[in-house]
């Protein structure tokens, strides 16, 4: 199984700031990699897929880059509603491996 | 619109089995794939498996290998995910989710509590 690396755990910014989550995978997943928040008893939602494409509806400050073993997500000018855990997950193969989460704080 | 809408909490006594069902509407079912994904309290996601919305094909996660089994039926639009000989460690919420572009999971059930107690 690809095993996934996810940091910071945790992370508390300010409304207007600048954040940026780090995935790492064992292996290279090329670009098969999504990213997805998820708000305490929601499912999960899909923010950006192969790596770097931001799924439809989605506000441009969520955006992703990276390619291989090593991928970022970024949020620029955090609003209140971006409080949440985020996930990275593989799906260059089965099992389709999910990261520990990020769960981000507004101040 | 598509939707996926999920059947309601189980509780099981451990040893048992348990059927989720998942219902698809606003989209061409046979052209989608659909995942499993359950989350323990306080954890991660957990990706358990996938079947074909097209022939019912499946991959299951090595994890629940001999114990987990999807089926579709197709005049219904639905999807089925049976889980046999529960313990308390699959006490989780589990969700179906279509597959979206390049094996992302863009539209998700609302998730079905599954309870394992004695």
């Known amino acids: 199984d690809i095993q996934m690396t996810q940091f910071p755990s945790s992370l508390s910014a300010s409304v207007g700031d600048g954040v940026t989550i780090t995935c790492r995978t064992s292996?290279?997943?090329?670009?098969?990699l999504n990213w997805y928040q998820q708000k305490p008893g929601k499912a999960p939602n899909l923010l950006i897929y192969d790596a770097s494409s931001l799924q439809g509806g989605l506000p441009s400050r969520f955006s992703g880059s990276g390619s291989g073993t090593d991928f970022t997500l970024t949020i620029s000018s955090l609003e209140p509603e971006d409080s949440a855990t985020y996930y990275c997950q593989q799906s260059s193969s089965t099992p389709r491996t999910f990261g520990q989460g990020t769960k981000l704080e507004i101040k | 619109q598509v939707q996926l809408m999920q059947s309601g909490a189980e509780v099981r006594k451990p040893g048992a089995s348990v059927e989720v069902s998942c219902r698809a509407s606003g989209y061409n079912f046979s052209r989608f794939g659909v995942a499993w994904v359950r989350q323990a309290p306080g954890q991660g996601p957990e990706w358990m498996g996938w079947i074909s919305g097209y022939n019912g094909n499946t991959n299951y996660a090595q994890n629940f290998q001999g114990r987990l089994t999807m089926t579709i039926d197709k005049s219904t639009s639905k999807v089925f995910m049976e889980l046999r000989g529960l313990r308390s460690d699959d006490t989780a919420v589990y969700y179906c989710a279509r597959d979206g572009s390049r094996g992302s999971s863009d539209f998700w059930g609302q998730g079905t509590l599954v309870t394992v107690s004695s």
């Open positions: 292996q290279s997943v090329r670009t098969y």
